[in-house]
């Protein structure tokens, strides 16, 4: 390569880097050719993120299976404390200590609580009832116009569920789901910092009261089967169990949420993939592992950081800086997936190859409990509605607008349930 040759690709690098950082419109829309342009140019990117500590972007599917289990990458942010204050503020640190945001051994032992607590036999309980908000959530969702599937669909399904199994009381969720919305949104100005710490509050302050409730008075729910897991060695402590309560309630919607957004989305946007979904129904769940691949609610992995200096292909990450996993440009890499930019709900092997739910020892608890309420939500809507259309073009679909986002998702998703309707009236 020539020294232009080298400074035009350094230059187009700088620029995809920039338009990420600035969280720009046209990168919202479609981050994928920003990640294409760092997997061949700068596969081990330093970035400089609004939370302005250094960081490193892991943008290929190898490197980024290798990061996302390799100890010397670690997730105890704890052990990064300056950098832990920088980007998240000193009133996060109660919700934190939880199994997300450590290493093992203490990662092992909370883990093996909450899956103690999270068994199949428990989730696969729920079937019913997911069903049974499913069906109620579409009732409500009006065939006279437009309707937003978002708040009124994707949103508190996942939302219901998790609170029902957590054993968050009805009258309480809406406050509750508010304060969670305003812990995911919250960028990193001063303004916005001041924020997060009053709903950061807030939300520890109701934990800290319905977990006294639970011990008051135990029912049938998760929360009260951790609580009576405390008497146990090893168990968690009060800190541990409000900070894990916390992680399962927003982990445990918000990311789904999107998914069915996301999933609606892309088969509608592919009405051909759709159609044979619809005429084959066995196709569904691998639909929704292509989903997972192609749009997937994660963007990137959660923050990370170096406990030694690491070499990764020609670039050092050096001892100390964060690690960021680019989830969604992994999952498009050609290197792995043929053809990875064309949506195909018959793409063999996905379940064990995209890294939509991480991998390794944080592989996410919740996937199945995820799977099912995207398998139920999917084929009650399609099967309810067949001709549900979105209500504004694929190219103006309103995607979330932050920075190197966790999240990737609609802003709102617009829709005609029943397009026959509208024409009759």
């Not at 230059?11 to 050719?33: F, L, Q």
């Not at 203490?106 to 607590?117: C, E, F, Q």
């Not at 908000?133 to 978002?150: H, N, Q, R, Y």
Request: charged content about 25%; glycine content about 4%; proline content about 7%.
């Amino acid at each position: 390569m020539t020294q232009l040759d080298e400074r035009e690709t350094a230059d187009a690098t700088a620029e995809a880097v920039s338009k990420a950082s600035r969280g720009s419109a046209d990168y919202r829309a479609n981050p994928y050719p920003v990640y294409e342009r760092l997997r061949e140019s700068a596969p081990v990117c330093p970035i400089s993120p609004p939370h302005g500590v250094e960081t490193y972007l892991i943008t290929r599917y190898d490197d980024a299976k290798t990061a996302l289990t390799d100890p010397r990458i670690s997730k105890d942010m704890y052990a990064a404390i300056d950098a832990y204050h920088t980007i998240f503020g000193d009133s996060s640190v109660a919700l934190d200590d939880n199994m997300l945001f450590s290493d093992p051994p203490k990662h092992t032992r909370l883990r093996r609580i909450v899956n103690s607590a999270f068994t199949p036999r428990r989730i696969e309980s729920l079937r019913p009832r997911i069903q049974q908000i499913t069906d109620e959530l579409l009732a409500k969702c009006s065939t006279e116009g437009p309707v937003d599937l978002l708040p009124s669909f994707a949103f508190p399904l996942p939302l219901i569920v998790i609170c029902e199994l957590i054993g968050i009381p009805d009258d309480e969720r809406e406050e509750v789901q508010k304060l969670c919305a305003v812990v995911a949104r919250t960028g990193f100005s001063k303004a916005d910092k001041e924020k997060l710490a009053v709903a950061e509050g807030a939300l520890r302050d109701y934990f800290v009261e319905i977990i006294a409730r639970k011990r008051a008075k135990a029912s049938d729910d998760l929360l009260s089967d951790l609580i009576r897991t405390q008497d146990e060695q090893g168990a968690m402590n009060d800190g541990e169990l409000l900070s894990t309560l916390w992680v399962l309630l927003f982990a445990g919607h918000k990311t789904t949420a999107y998914l069915i957004g996301n999933a609606v989305f892309n088969l509608l946007s592919h009405r051909d993939q759709l159609r044979e979904v619809m005429a084959d129904p066995e196709l569904l769940p691998n639909a929704i592992e292509e989903v997972i691949r192609y749009e997937g609610s994660v963007e990137n992995a959660t923050f990370r950081h170096a406990l030694e200096d690491i070499a990764m292909r020609d670039t050092l990450i050096p001892k100390g800086a964060l690690v960021q996993v680019a989830v969604a440009s992994a999952n498009r890499d050609p290197e792995r997936f043929e053809s990875p930019d064309t949506f195909d709900v018959k793409r063999p092997g996905l379940q064990s190859a995209h890294l939509g739910f991480g991998s390794g020892p944080h592989y996410c608890l919740g996937a199945p409990l995820a799977r099912m309420e995207m398998r139920i939500a999917l084929s009650t809507l399609f099967g309810k509605y067949p001709t549900v259309e979105l209500a504004v073009p694929p190219g103006e679909a309103d995607w979330l607008k932050v920075p190197f986002p966790a999240f990737r998702g609609l802003e709102s998703l617009p829709v005609v349930l029943d397009p026959a309707r509208l024409l009759t009236d």
